[in-house]
């Protein structure tokens, strides 16, 4: 597999269930982020995580909690979601700072859409 | 922190006219802005970008100006083609990485036959 790969792509799942997001990208890249796209609103920075260390929160609700085991992969953890957190995850990574070029470019995932019933 | 607002939120062409969006950014420290396309259910993608110290870029069809006076930036599109319908969203990053990169509400292009 090449690229920035995302499971599950699809997730129902109630108020009160615990849910995993998986990410995993294969482009040797040192940064990693989560994203919340929601229709007509901007692509919402979540979590980003830099070689493996979590550097920007931008105040996310803790029923939204991520985990960055290595510089491959990404998983956000799910609980106790309420309806308006029904959106696309997208999962993101690029090269940041030494190790590679710096381009400034973001690599999606395909997203997994999240419904909250 | 930084702001940027993207118009128009649709935008209807016919194939071969042109089309352009527009985005402004708050912040003057602002030095790289990327387009993204992201196509009906596909993941977002770069398609161009641009730096502080460039005034415009162009790559076959597609061109992005900046105008870092006022605080602009647009991608104009020329020839368009069924394929370049998606939804295309501008960011302004002060770092010039893509840690810090702040994205506009897209835009939604439908180019009709």
């Known amino acids: 597999e090449t690229g920035v790969t995302q499971t599950p792509r699809h997730l129902v799942m109630g108020m009160t269930n615990k849910k995993s997001l998986k990410c995993e990208q294969h482009?040797?890249?040192?940064?990693m982020y989560w994203y919340k796209q929601s229709a007509k609103k901007p692509l919402e920075l979540m979590f980003v995580?830099?070689?493996?260390?979590?550097?920007e929160n931008n105040s996310v609700p803790s029923r939204f909690s991520p985990e960055c085991p290595n510089s491959s992969h990404l998983f956000l953890h799910l609980h106790t979601l309420q309806p308006e957190d029904s959106a696309l995850y997208l999962c993101a990574s690029s090269q940041e700072g030494a190790g590679g070029p710096v381009t400034g470019e973001l690599f999606f995932g395909e997203g997994s859409r999240l419904t909250v019933l | 922190g930084e702001n940027v607002e993207q118009h128009p939120s649709t935008l209807s062409v016919q194939e071969g006219d042109s089309a352009v969006i527009k985005c402004t950014y708050s912040d003057s420290a602002s030095n790289y802005f990327p387009w993204y396309k992201q196509e009906l259910g596909k993941r977002p993608q770069l398609i161009i970008d641009?730096?502080?110290?460039?005034g415009e870029k162009k790559d076959q069809r597609i061109a992005v100006t900046l105008n870092k006076t006022a605080k602009h930036f647009s991608l104009h599109i020329t020839e368009t083609q069924p394929e370049d319908s998606a939804v295309y969203f501008c960011?302004?990053?002060?770092?010039?990485?893509?840690?810090?990169?702040?994205f506009g509400t897209g835009t939604r292009l439908q180019v009709t036959l």
């Open positions: 995580y830099s070689l493996e260390e979590r550097v």
């Open positions: 641009i730096r502080s110290n460039v």
């Open positions: 482009l040797g890249h040192n940064a």
């Open positions: 960011a302004a990053s002060i770092t010039g990485t893509a840690s810090k990169l702040t």
